[in-house]
């Protein structure tokens, strides 16, 4: 243990009141006049010599008393002051020795003033005891403890098979892409343990020195969810698969099924398609018919003016002829030949030979390689890279090509601008229709009980679009920051880029005057960098 700290003592004269100072033992903590002056307070000794006790402090050494007062004062016990900490973790007790003919406390004594400060738990009497041993005054004794709370644990779900289908196509040496060995359905078979899940632990409360039950910070709960054809253990802490499939996993729930085939095309003869599993299409999808899959859809011919919905990935192995009313949206990648006169949205990666007249968003990269590798027309948009071969024409075809921010951010971003807009219209037609029904009721004009009825409706209309726009605005915030903060992407043209293209990289926007080669497009501050591709 470390020296003694200083500590002081009154000590009672005829003459007058005594301040005894003791200097701080080799490691210890001096003594100091603030806290002198709130013991002398506390006893209600406020008139007292202020200099003297400060000269006696500056540069003490061994034991040194000084005068305070002329006025000698009733004999001052032992005392100890308790702090309970903030957190009510534990309590600190601090102890003051007693003046001449003083009287020391007992162990009962220091039990009775900390339960009257407010300790109800914990006490430490092994300290109380050092105390009572050493009597180190003006010196921090925990005297009672807390006991924590045993924090708790989320149940946990781990996944025996690929979740993370983002595997790439393989690309030919001439550039083109294999699409007989995409791999991206996760095979399994009767019985196969599919997840494991590891239960809740709720924790143990614990209790501060004041009595008070600490609880445990809250914990979450999960299960296994889960589709048809799946099975689990009696303690339904295991899940199989009670068939030969494939298995997927769509918004934390766990599918698997057998392949649903359709073996020609998707049209009259078949109706609209939607289904729990994978779809595989071998014909083409005629135009006016949908596809709509929780999991994979593979379709052999060509999309035509057709509507595909995957929650999986979308493989077109020719391509889509739109016809300006095609859409294929996936929540993975979606990996076709050519897109022309369509519109893509894809919440993992787009990968293609060619882009016409198209409107193309990707949460990932879009790549567009190939032979052709072309993008003319249109608005692709990438919240991460575009690859292309060529962009633009040389007609000076108008083509968007933008990076940096999640397709879908941006939307919502555009989408507010213009519903904040139309909200602010509407408050303004609002405002107008109520003062003139003031000025009509402030002129004593008498109102029908239906135009009563229809001003107090504008009213709350009026309130309710307030509110509206504040929440609009809030989250038209949000995204500003996120769009203007955001400065990732870049744009890479392996061959040429046309005249007429406009590249965006997060709200920077540079258009390109002249034929560029072998470029890489980058956001630089404020602007777009161009550099050569290496």
Known sequence: MSGRNGFFQIVIKQDGTYLKLYDAEQGGEAVFYEEISNYL???KIYEYDKIAISRAL????????????????FAIDEIVKVTISEDRMYAVARFYPPSNNGHIMMKDEIVAMMVKAGV?????????????????????YILAKATPAQQG??????????????????????GSVDFHQLDMICHCNKDQLLASLTPIDQGKPGIDVCGVVIRPN?????????????????????MYSSVDGHVSLVDSRVFVSDTFEVHADVDASTGDIEYEGNVVVKGNVITGFSVRAKGDIEVNGVVEGAYIEAGGQIVLKRGMQGMNKGILKANGNIITKFIENAEVIAGGYVSTESILHSKVSAKGDIVVGGKRGFVTGGEIRSGTMISVKTAGSQMGT??????????????????????????????????????????????????????????????????????????????????????????????KISDIVFPGTKLVISNVIHFI??????????????????????
Request: aromatic share 6%.
């Open 153 to 174: 644990r989320d149940a946990e779900i781990t996944y025996h098979f690929n979740t993370d289908l983002t595997l790439k196509p393989k690309r030919n040496d001439d």
């Open 41 to 43: 307070m506390d006893r």
């Open 513 to 534: 005057r002249d034929e560029t080669h072998h470029s890489k497009f980058v956001r630089d501050r404020a602007d777009i960098k161009v550099l050569p591709l290496m």
């Open 398 to 491: 108008t083509t968007l090509l933008e990076v940096g921010i999640d397709p879908r951010v941006l939307e919502e971003f555009r989408e507010l601008e213009k519903r904040i807009a139309t909200m602010l219209a509407d408050k303004e037609r609002l405002g107008q229709a109520l003062i003139l029904f003031r000025k009509k009721l402030a002129s004593g004009i008498q109102m029908s009980e239906e135009k009563l009825e229809y001003l107090k409706q504008v009213t709350q209309n009026n309130i309710m679009l307030e509110t509206q726009i504040k929440d609009a605005r809030r989250r038209y915030e949000e995204l500003k920051i996120e769009v203007d903060n955001n400065s990732s992407g870049s744009i």
């Open 58 to 73: 500056t540069g003490l050494q061994g034991v040194v008393e000084v005068k305070i007062t002329s006025v000698p004062v």
């Open 218 to 238: 809250k914990v979450n709960n999960r299960v296994l969810r889960h589709g048809n054809k799946i099975y689990l253990s009696e303690d339904g802490l295991r």
């Open 120 to 140: 109800k738990y914990g006490l430490d009497e092994n300290n109380i005891m050092d105390f009572l041993k050493e009597r180190r005054y003006c010196t921090n």
